[in-house]
T-cell receptor
Framework: AQKVTQAQTEISVVEKEDVTLDCVYE???????LFWYKQPPSGELVFLIR??????QNEISGRYSWNFQKSTSSFNFTITASQVVDSAVYFC???????????FGKGITLSVRP | DAEITQSPRHKITETGRQVTLACHQT?????MFWYRQDLGHGLRLIHYSYGVQDTNKGEVSDGYSVSRSNTEDLPLTLESAASSQTSVYFC??????????????FGQGTRLTVV
């Protein structure tokens, strides 16, 4: 069975601070995919990134970066120089093998104060 | 543009009534999913389908059913609504080609209140 743990439930930072959202996953499959989704206050779910288990290269997209470490089963998400518009709930999710079902963590509520 | 839409966006119903939430996608995706979102639980899978006439139970399927008669639609039915089913419901779809793990596209969500 697979599991995603987002131990942080709520994080509050002041604008321009850097913030890291943690994600730890569990699976016995060697082929799997990790995702991050953002849910802004408007409620929709916005896809941010997908990473497969064979690609441990870190990724940077503007102020966002992701650190994938198989040795610690973690896929952490860092926002550099946070902005108020980053305030949202962030979900980490896992898909294993050829199965397309997403297993979600419980989400982290990020509040960025001006 | 392709999209996935849910209706209604908000619904209030009474305990014991049958309720159907609609989900329609124009991505031509074979995979479709229903999740519910509750505080402290994240999103949990209710039912899913990998193609026409295929349906499967997810983690929290009791009291829910789905049917898949075409590629575009996966309606979710609450057979006899209970207060514990008050939640926000999300439909999603994803492509089934390739080796799996493709990005899922989500609908806007349906907020259901059972009174």
């Amino acid at each position: 069975a697979q599991k995603v743990t987002q131990a942080q439930t709520e994080i509050s930072v002041v604008e321009k601070e850097d913030v890291t959202l943690d994600c730890v996953y569990e699976t016995r499959d060697t082929t799997y995919y990790l995702f991050w989704y953002k849910q802004p206050p408007s409620g929709e779910l916005v896809f941010l990134i997908r990473r497969n288990s064979f690609d441990e290269q870190n990724e940077i997209s503007g102020r966002y970066s992701w650190n994938f470490q198989k040795s610690t089963s973690s896929f952490n998400f860092t926002i550099t120089a946070s902005q108020v518009v980053d305030s949202a709930v962030y979900f980490c999710a896992l898909v294993t093998g050829a199965n397309s079902k997403l297993t979600f963590g419980k989400g982290i509520t990020l509040s960025v104060r001006p | 543009d392709a999209e996935i839409t849910q209706s209604p966006r908000h619904k209030i119903t009474e305990t014991g009534r049958q309720v159907t939430l609609a989900c329609h996608q124009t991505w031509n995706h074979n995979n479709m999913f229903w999740y519910r979102q509750d505080l402290g639980h994240g999103l949990r899978l209710i039912h899913y389908s990998y193609g026409v006439q295929d349906t499967n139970k997810g983690e929290v399927s009791d009291g829910y059913s789905v049917s898949r008669s075409n590629t575009e639609d996966l309606p979710l039915t609450l057979e006899s609504a209970a207060s514990s089913q008050t939640s926000v419901y999300f439909c999603a779809s994803s492509d089934s080609t390739g080796t799996g793990g493709t990005e899922a596209f989500f609908g806007q969500g349906t907020r259901l209140t059972v009174v």
